[in-house]
Structures are given as C-alpha cells and as structure tokens.
Nanobody, 128 residues
Framework: QVQLVESGGGLVQAGGSLRLSCAAS????????????MGWFRQAPGKDREFVTS????????DYADSVKGRFTISRDNAKNTVYLQMNSLKPEDTAFYYC?????????????????WGQGTQVTVSS
C-alpha cells in the first residue's frame, strides 16, 4: 500500500507562515522514495487543482509557480521519506486545500496528470 499523508495546515493571518509536511509510507515508498519526484498542488473552492512546486529526487532541482516564487520553499528529507513546503508571507489568495503528489520519474513536471500518487490534502486558510 502506498500512502502520502499531509500535515501542518491551519488558519494563519496574512503575512504569516506555515510549514506543511508530507510523509510517504508503504512498501514502494519505503524502498524507493528517493527515486520519486515530489510535488505540491493546491485547489481553492470552485477552481482547478493547480501546480505549486516540485522537487527532484536529489532535491537539487526545484520548480515554483510564479504566484509563490520567492515566498514558498520546497525541500525533502529522503531519510525520513518526507517532503516539506515552507510558506512565508502568506496571502489570502493562498487559501486552498494543499496536496502532495509523487511521480516515479525523475523529471519534475507541473502537470497533475503526471503524478501517480496523491495525499488526502490539508487545508490552508489565510485571513486578511
């Protein structure tokens, strides 16, 4: 069984920070987590799920949506099978359900269709 579990969401005032975590478990991830590209997506009510950021297996290559560049930072700890999303200078428009996703190809991509595994998501609400 493959499982991604997000945590760290919550309510924060504009300008504040949150750190999301996504822990991977299951036989496949336990053995091969370090071979997976990881990504974060978000979905606001009434909108499509959109790309936020991704990170390569090694953690060297990252990609960010323009809307979060300079404010959000993705990182990973392969020893802990965990990917993180540090979100600073949060804005009300960052309010959404945040999902982590995994792709077993070491080519970061923004297309949600390219990610095979998804977590259940965690809610982030930014008040003005």
């Amino acid at each position: 069984q493959v499982q991604l579990v997000e945590s760290g969401g919550g309510l924060v005032q504009a300008g504040g920070s949150l750190r999301l975590s996504c822990a991977a478990s299951g036989r496949t991830f336990s053995t091969y987590y370090s071979t997976y590209t990881m990504g974060w997506f978000r979905q606001a009510p009434g909108k499509d799920r959109e790309f936020v950021t991704s990170i390569s297996r090694s953690g060297i290559t990252t990609d960010y949506a323009d809307s979060v560049k300079g404010r959000f930072t993705i990182s990973r700890d392969n020893a802990k099978n965990t990917v993180y999303l540090q979100m600073n200078s949060l804005k009300p428009e960052d309010t959404a359900f945040y999902y982590c996703a995994a792709r077993n190809v070491d080519t970061p991509t923004r297309a949600k269709e390219d990610y095979a595994y998804w977590g259940q998501g965690t809610q982030v609400t930014v008040s003005s």
